[in-house]
C-alpha cells in the first residue's frame, strides 16, 4: 500500500506521478507539490483540491498552466502573472481578458507570442518587438509589416527565419548569400542536424522553380544535402551515362540521361565518386584530365591509360598460385552446397506458434580462388571490394526475412589473406544493417585458410607470426565490426562472451547459472586436427604456423577441454558446437545426442540428424562452386528458469514469476503483493497466489487470478500430471487442426500465429476454428466489435488479399490436412461477399483455449476445472492416473 510520504516523494521527482496517487492518500500537499514538478500535473488533480493557491503555485513555475485553469479563476492578474512566467500562456487568456498591455507583456516574455494575437491587434509596433524576442516570430507577422528590413533583422540573427519572408526576397543572390551562411555554421554538411535540416527542406519546398533550377542553387543544394545521387552510371546497353537524383521537393526522384561524358561529369559538379563507369570504355577521352576519385572504372582502361596501381593486387590476389600448392582438397570437392536439402526444424512439431531462431550457417567460401578467377592479371581494390559486395548480397539475398532472434554462424575459410577477409566482413556488416540485423548475431570462428596470411612468405629466417597474435589480429578486426569471434570461447544469447580462461575457472554450477537465462549457447573454435591421423598440421594446412603434429595436438586439446567443461555442466541444454573442423578431427568421444554441431573443413557437404547425432557441414561452398546461399536450422529461443529444480512445491518471488514467464515469451503484468506457489511435476508447471490477508489460493493466468474449489495446495499438485495429460489429450485433435491450418496459412504467405481459437492471416484478417463444432469462420476485423464474417476464406481473400489468393488456389490443389480444412463449399463467384457481426462471441472460448494452450505449448497449467479430469473415459481414466502415481478416486472430490 502507498504511503503518503512514498507519494509525496514520488511526486517531487516527476509531478506527472500524481496520476497513480490513491485517492485514499492524496493530499492538498501533495497536490502542491506535484504543480511545482509539473504544471500539466494540474489536469490529474480533484476539484475537491482546486483553490487559488494551487492555480498561483502552478502559474509560478509554468505560466501554460493557465491552460488547466476554470475560467472563473482567470482575472487579469493572475493572466497577467502566466503570460510574465510564460508568453505562450497568452494562448489561454480569455476574451475577456486579452489587452493591448497583456500582448505586449506575453511578447516581451516570448516572440512567438504574437501567433496567439489576433490578427486585428497585430501591430507594426508589437511585430516588430516580437521579432526582436525571437526571429522566428517573423512567421506570425502580417505580410503588411514584413519590410526587408525586419526579415534582414530576422534573417541574420536566424538563418531559419528565412523560410518566412516575403516571395519577393528568394532571389538566386539571397538563397545564394543564406545557403552560404548557412554552410558557415558547420564545419561539415554531414554534421547538420535533423531539425535544421527540416527547415533548409521547407525553404527549398518554397523556392520557385526558376530558383531551384539554377545551376549554383543546385550546387549548394546538394551540399546541404537536400537533393543527391541515388545513382550515376554509365548503361553499356543504351550507351547513355545515367543519373537518378533525389529531390525533397519531388515527389518522385529525378532521372537524366546524357549522351557524353563531359556533359554528365559536368552534370555531377565534376565529382564522381560512386559513380558506376566500370563499363565505360573512356575511348578518346584522357582519365587525367577528369577528378576520377571513387569512381568505379575499369582495371583494363586504367591499365591502358597507364594509371593502374598493382600494389593491391599484388599483395592480396597475385600471389594466388604460390598459395594454392597447399589447396589439397580442391580435386576432392564433391558435392555442391546447395544441393544436399534437410528439415531445418530441431524443434517440436507440437507447438501451435514458431517460438524457435533460425540459425543460418555457411563456411569455405574460399574467395581467393573465386577471386582469381574473375580477376585473372589485375584488379583495383574498388573492383574487388565491389565483387565480394555483390557476393555477399547473393548470400544474404537467398534468405526471405530475418528475425531479431537469428543467428549466422561462419565456420571458417573465407581466405587466406587477412585484408580480404576484412573487405568480406565490412561488407557483410553493412548490408546486414540495410536489413536492420545486428552484427552480434553474426557469430564467426577461423579456419585453417586464416592462419596462413601473416606467414605466407614464411622461412626459417622469418619473423613468423604465432598463433596467438594471428588470433588477436582477428580478434581487433572483429572488435571494430561488433562482430562475435569465438575461439576457444563460449557465446550466451546476450551477447556475452566467456573466455577460455573463464570457463576453465568455472565450476559446472556456476556455468549452469550463469547460462540459465539463454536458451542455447554457442561454443566456437577452430578446433585443430590432432584426432585425425591423415589430415593433420604434417600435411602443411596451417602453413608455418603449425607445422608439428604435437602442436596440433596441443592445440587440439585445449578445445577439448573445454569442450568437456560444457558438456559436464550443459550437457542436457541446447548448445552450438562451431568448429571448423569437424568434430572427428579434435575429440573421440560421441556426439552428445542434445547438441547440435557445425563445422566446414571437409568440402563434403553431408549432414545428420538423428537421436544419436546432430550436424550440419552441409553449406561449404568451396573452391570451384558458383553458387552461394545460406541454409538454417531453428532452435528454441525459449527458456526455464526452474528446469534444474527438482519436483516439489516452492514459494518464489514476484521477480521470480516475471523471469518464468519471459523466458517462456510470456507476456505478463504482475504488480499484486503476496506469496506466490510453484508448482512443479514433471515438467509442468502451475503457479498459485495467495492472498496474505485471506490466506485464500488463486490460480495464476498471467496477471490474472481464477479462482479455485480447493484450498489445499497438495491437491493441486497431486493431480498436476493426471491434469495435464488430460489437458493434452482431450484438445490433442483440435490443436492439430488448427496447427495444420496456421501451417497452411504461412504456407500461402500469412502469418499464421495462432492465439486461443483464432489464427491470423494478417493484422485484420483471420480465421476462427469453432472449438465446439470444428466450423472455420473466416473473417475481417477493425475491431474486436466491428467484423464481416465470410462465408469460405477464398472469398475473404479474393476481397482483402488478393496478393494471396492465387497461392491459397494452388495450396487447395493438394492434399494436406490443412487444404483439406480450408477448402470451402461457396463459389468465388457469389454475389454475397460478407455479413456484418457487430458481437465478440468468438472471443470469450478463444480466450479460455489460449489459457488453456499455455499447457500444450510450454506446460503451464493457467485453468483448472475439475470437470477436464470428470469426463475422461474410465479406461483412459486409469491409465492416466497410474501415470501420475494418483489413486483413482471412487467419487468427486
Not at 525553404?203 to 542553387?217: F, G, H, S, T, Y
Not at 555477399?392 to 537469428?406: A, L, Q
Not at 573465407?414 to 566482413?425: A, K, L, R
Request: charged share 25%; aromatic share 14%.
Amino acid at each position: 500500500m502507498h504511503t503518503v510520504e512514498m507519494c509525496l516523494e514520488a511526486v517531487k521527482q516527476n509531478g506527472y506521478a500524481i496520476r497513480y496517487v490513491s485517492s485514499k492518500v492524496l493530499t492538498y500537499e501533495i497536490c502542491l507539490e506535484a504543480v511545482k514538478n509539473d504544471y500539466s500535473s494540474l489536469s490529474y488533480i480533484p476539484e475537491v483540491f482546486h483553490r487559488e493557491e494551487l492555480y498561483l503555485e502552478a502559474i509560478k513555475h509554468d505560466g501554460r498552466a493557465l491552460r488547466y485553469i476554470p475560467d472563473t479563476y482567470k482575472s487579469e492578474s493572475v493572466c497577467m502573472k502566466a503570460v510574465f512566467q510564460n508568453g505562450l500562456a497568452l494562448e489561454f487568456v480569455p476574451n475577456n481578458i486579452i489587452s493591448k498591455e497583456i500582448f505586449e507583456r506575453a511578447i516581451e516574455q516570448s516572440g512567438l507570442a504574437l501567433k496567439f494575437v489576433p490578427d486585428n491587434r497585430r501591430s507594426k509596433v508589437l511585430c516588430v518587438a516580437a521579432v526582436n524576442n525571437n526571429p522566428l516570430a517573423l512567421k506570425y507577422v502580417s505580410d503588411k509589416f514584413k519590410t526587408p528590413e525586419l526579415c534582414n533583422v530576422a534573417v541574420y540573427s536566424d538563418w531559419r527565419a528565412f523560410l518566412y519572408v516575403t516571395e519577393n526576397m528568394y532571389t538566386v543572390d539571397k538563397c545564394l548569400e543564406m545557403f552560404s551562411l548557412i554552410l558557415s555554421y558547420y564545419e561539415s554538411p554531414d554534421d547538420i542536424d535533423g531539425s535544421d535540416c527540416t527547415y533548409i527542406k521547407k525553404i527549398v519546398e518554397r523556392l520557385p522553380d526558376e530558383i531551384n533550377n539554377e545551376k549554383q542553387i543546385i550546387r549548394i543544394e546538394r551540399q546541404l544535402k537536400v537533393r543527391g545521387f541515388n545513382k550515376k552510371y554509365f548503361d553499356k546497353e543504351n550507351q547513355t551515362f545515367i543519373t537518378i537524383e533525389e529531390i525533397c521537393y519531388k515527389e518522385e526522384d529525378e532521372i537524366r540521361e546524357f549522351d557524353s561524358f563531359i556533359e554528365f561529369y559536368e552534370y555531377l559538379d565534376e565529382n564522381l565518386d560512386n559513380a558506376d563507369l566500370h563499363d565505360f570504355d573512356f575511348k578518346g577521352i584522357n582519365i587525367r584530365d577528369y577528378n576520377i576519385e571513387g569512381a568505379y572504372i575499369s582495371s583494363a582502361v586504367l591499365v591502358e591509360q597507364h594509371l593502374y596501381d598493382d600494389a593491391f593486387y599484388s599483395a592480396n590476389i597475385k600471389d594466388y598460385e604460390f598459395n594454392a600448392k597447399l589447396t589439397f582438397s580442391a580435386e576432392n570437392e564433391v558435392v555442391e552446397a546447395i544441393a544436399v536439402l534437410h528439415d531445418t526444424d530441431l524443434v517440436s512439431n507440437s507447438t501451435l506458434n514458431d517460438n524457435s531462431s533460425k540459425v543460418y550457417y555457411i563456411s569455405d567460401i574460399h574467395l581467393d580462388h573465386k577471386l582469381i578467377n574473375a580477376f585473372p592479371s589485375y584488379a583495383t581494390e574498388l573492383e574487388v571490394t565491389i565483387y565480394i559486395r555483390q557476393l555477399v548480397k547473393k548470400m544474404i539475398d537467398t534468405v526471405n526475412y530475418m528475425t531479431y532472434s537469428d543467428y549466422l554462424l561462419i565456420a571458417g575459410d573465407i581466405s587466406f589473406n587477412f585484408e580480404i577477409s576484412n573487405i568480406f566482413y565490412t561488407e557483410l556488416v553493412k548490408y546486414m544493417e540495410s536489413k536492420f540485423w545486428s552484427p552480434p548475431q553474426i557469430v564467426v570462428v577461423l579456419g585453417n585458410h586464416e592462419l596462413w596470411d601473416f606467414n605466407r612468405y614464411g622461412t626459417s629466417s622469418a619473423n613468423l607470426h604465432t598463433l596467438d597474435e594471428i588470433i588477436q589480429q582477428y580478434r581487433n578486426m572483429f572488435a571494430k565490426l561488433d562482430i562475435s569471434f569465438l575461439q576457444n570461447d563460449l557465446m550466451i544469447s546476450n551477447g556475452t562472451i566467456i573466455s577460455e580462461e573463464q570457463l576453465k575457472s568455472f565450476d559446472p554450477d556456476e556455468l549452469k547459472y550463469i547460462c540459465l537465462k539463454s536458451p542455447f549457447v554457442i561454443l566456437g573454435g577452430l578446433g585443430f586436427s590432432g584426432c585425425c591421423s591423415e589430415f593433420n598440421a604434417t600435411k602443411g594446412i596451417y602453413r608455418k604456423t603449425i607445422d608439428s603434429l604435437d602442436e596440433d595436438i596441443r592445440q587440439t586439446k585445449r578445445f577439448e577441454c573445454i569442450y568437456n567443461k560444457v558438456r559436464i555442466a550443459l550437457g542436457n541444454e541446447q548448445v552450438i558446437v562451431l568448429t571448423h573442423t569437424p568434430k572427428e578431427n579434435w575429440s573421440n568421444e560421441n556426439y552428445n545426442c542434445n547438441w547440435t554441431y557445425v563445422n566446414g573443413h571437409t568440402h563434403r557437404n553431408d549432414y545428420c540428424c538423428n537421436d544419436e547425432r546432430t550436424f550440419y557441414s552441409d553449406n561449404q561452398i568451396g573452391y570451384l562452386s558458383k553458387n552461394i546461399g545460406l541454409k538454417h536450422f531453428k532452435l528454441s529461443r525459449v527458456y526455464d528458469i526452474f528446469r534444474y529444480y527438482p519436483d516439489d512445491i516452492y514459494t518464489i518471488s514476484r521477480e521470480q514469476y516475471l523471469d518464468f514467464n519471459r523466458g517462456m515469451e510470456i507476456k505478463v503484468t504482475f504488480n499484486r503483493i503476496g506469496k506466490i506457489h510453484m508448482l512443479k511435476k514433471s515438467s509442468v508447471y502451475c503457479f498459485l497466489f495467495e492472498n496474505p490477508k485471506t490466506g485464500k489460493i488463486y490460480l495464476l493466468n498471467g496477471g490474472k487470478l481464477n479462482n479455485l474449489e480447493h484450498s489445499d495446495i497438495n491437491y493441486y499438485f497431486e493431480r498436476m500430471s493426471y491434469y495435464s495429460d488430460a489437458i493434452k489429450d482431450l484438445f490433442s485433435g483440435y490443436n492439430r487442426a488448427i496447427k495444420s491450418i496456421s501451417n497452411s496459412i504461412k504456407m500461402i504467405g500469412g502469418t499464421g500465429t495462432v492465439h486461443g481459437c483464432i489464427v491470423d492471416i494478417d493484422f485484420f484478417n483471420h480465421i476462427y476454428v469453432n472449438p465446439m463444432d470444428g466450423t472455420i469462420t473466416p473473417y475481417f476485423a477493425w475491431s474486436i466489435i466491428d467484423k464481416y464474417e465470410y462465408k469460405d476464406i477464398a472469398m475473404l481473400l479474393k476481397q482483402r488479399r488478393k496478393d494471396l489468393y492465387d497461392n491459397y488456389l494452388k495450396l487447395l490443389r493438394g492434399k494436406s490436412e490443412g487444404a483439406k480444412l480450408l477448402k470451402g463449399k461457396t463459389k468465388v463467384e457469389s454475389i454475397e461477399i460478407s455479413r456484418f457481426v457487430p458481437e465478440t462471441y468468438m472471443y470469450e472460448p478463444s480466450r479460455i483455449m489460449k489459457s488453456l494452450q499455455y499447457l500444450t505449448e510450454v506446460n503451464v497449467i493457467r485453468i483448472w476445472n475439475d470437470h477436464i479430469m470428470d469426463i475422461q473415459p474410465n479406461g483412459k481414466a486409469k491409465e492416466l492416473y497410474n501415470n501420475s502415481n494418483l489413486m483413482l478416486p471412487t467419487q468427486k472430490e
